[in-house]
């Protein structure tokens, strides 16, 4: 029998980031547009599926059609993303996720890609961004390429956590530094030969410059590959099933209470290339 390979209708949300993808719940779990779908991601960045109702082994049968799920987290291949303590045990951590970041940038090969799928969202805030890093490297001027280029970030746990509480105690501190930190380059050079900005919360210093001109130069670019231009904000609906390129794009939620309820039901999809 032949398969119907009827052509995914997309809709584009901005310029270079966000894509609405309308396709049937069996087109997805046939994984017959697995490539298109893979495609979509690296080129637009972020990409969702509104009201598909589908239940958790549905969530992680998409998945798989797509790459290799990390196990390693949650219970079946979900995880629960949540502020209160009662559903996620960290919790705390989590609050981390307010401000700009890309996840596993501690990790030898970080995620490809995360699915999220909406639950239960908060009355006020809780939207996510989303920031495009390719294209922000792509705009960058000439002079700043070349600076750059061969720069290379330490990034750690500890650092991201000074956003969550910036007066640690010296046991928080020690507990934090436990996490081995890592060097990344500046700009990811992917197989693909396309280039990336590579910063986020973790970003704690630039090898090699003083301390000052290090913390300027990665918020100068932060706030520069955060501009709205490269910008897609989802504003939720309960059932949406969103997915973002992890090595190309820089997301945070936006802030929203800790009892507000809000329940996102996430799946990792493995990194396929490394990061050193
Ligand atoms: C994450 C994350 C943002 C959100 O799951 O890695 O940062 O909006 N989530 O819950
Ligand atoms: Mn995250």
Same mark, same amino acid.
């Given at each position: 029998?032949?398969?119907?390979?009827?052509?995914?209708?997309?809709?584009?949300?901005?310029?270079?980031?966000?894509?609405?993808? $309308?396709?049937?719940?069996?087109?997805? &779990?046939?994984?017959?547009?697995?490539?298109?779908?893979?495609?979509?991601?690296?080129?637009?960045?972020?990409?969702?599926?509104?009201?598909?109702?589908?239940?958790?082994?549905?969530?992680?049968?998409?998945?798989?059609?797509?790459?290799?799920?990390?196990?390693? !987290?949650? !219970?079946?291949?979900?995880?629960?993303?949540?502020?209160?303590?009662?559903?996620?045990?960290?919790?705390?951590?989590?609050?981390?996720?307010?401000?700009?970041?890309?996840?596993?940038?501690?990790?030898?090969?970080?995620?490809?890609?995360?699915?999220?799928?909406?639950?239960?969202?908060?009355?006020? %805030?809780?939207?996510?961004?989303?920031?495009?890093?390719?294209?922000?490297?792509?705009?960058?001027?000439?002079?700043?390429?070349?600076?750059?280029?061969?720069? =290379?970030?330490?990034?750690?746990?500890?650092?991201?956590?000074?956003?969550?509480?910036? !007066?640690?105690?010296?046991?928080?501190?020690?507990? @934090?530094?436990?996490?081995?930190?890592?060097?990344?380059?500046?700009? @990811?050079?992917?197989?693909? %030969?396309?280039?990336?900005?590579?910063?986020?919360?973790?970003?704690?210093?630039?090898?090699? &410059?003083?301390?000052? !001109?290090? =913390?300027?130069?990665?918020?100068?670019? $932060?706030?520069?590959?955060?501009?709205?231009?490269?910008?897609?904000?989802?504003? @939720?609906?309960?059932?949406?099933?969103?997915?973002?390129?992890?090595?190309?794009?820089?997301?945070?939620?936006?802030?929203?209470?800790?009892?507000?309820?809000?329940?996102?039901?996430?799946?990792?999809?493995?990194?396929?290339?490394?990061?050193?």
């Amino acid at each position: 029998m032949e398969l119907s390979t009827t052509p995914l209708e997309i809709a584009d949300c901005t310029t270079v980031i966000g894509s609405e993808i $309308r396709a049937d719940l069996q087109t997805l &779990l046939s994984g017959r547009q697995a490539e298109t779908i893979r495609a979509a991601l690296e080129r637009r960045g972020v990409i969702f599926f509104r009201g598909l109702q589908i239940n958790d082994e549905q969530q992680v049968a998409i998945a798989k059609t797509l790459g290799s799920i990390v196990q390693n !987290e949650g !219970e079946g291949g979900i995880y629960k993303i949540s502020l209160d303590q009662s559903v996620n045990q960290r919790a705390e951590y989590l609050k981390g996720s307010m401000f700009w970041h890309f996840d596993g940038s501690l990790q030898p090969y970080p995620n490809l890609a995360t699915l999220l799928r909406a639950i239960k969202l908060s009355n006020a %805030g809780g939207q996510t961004e989303f920031c495009n890093t390719y294209a922000a490297y792509e705009d960058l001027p000439d002079a700043d390429k070349a600076a750059i280029a061969d720069l =290379r970030v330490v990034h750690s746990a500890e650092r991201s956590q000074y956003y969550v509480r910036p !007066e640690m105690s010296y046991e928080e501190i020690c507990f @934090w530094q436990k996490s081995p930190t890592k060097a990344c380059p500046m700009v @990811w050079t992917h197989q693909s %030969g396309r280039k990336s900005l590579l910063l986020g919360a973790t970003a704690d210093y630039v090898l090699g &410059l003083p301390t000052e !001109e290090s =913390r300027a130069l990665l918020a100068r670019l $932060r706030d520069w590959a955060t501009q709205p231009r490269y910008v897609y904000r989802h504003e @939720w609906q309960v059932g949406d099933l969103l997915m973002w390129d992890n090595t190309g794009t820089m997301h945070r939620a936006l802030p929203y209470a800790a009892d507000s309820g809000r329940l996102m039901h996430r799946t990792v999809l493995a990194g396929e290339e490394p990061l050193h």
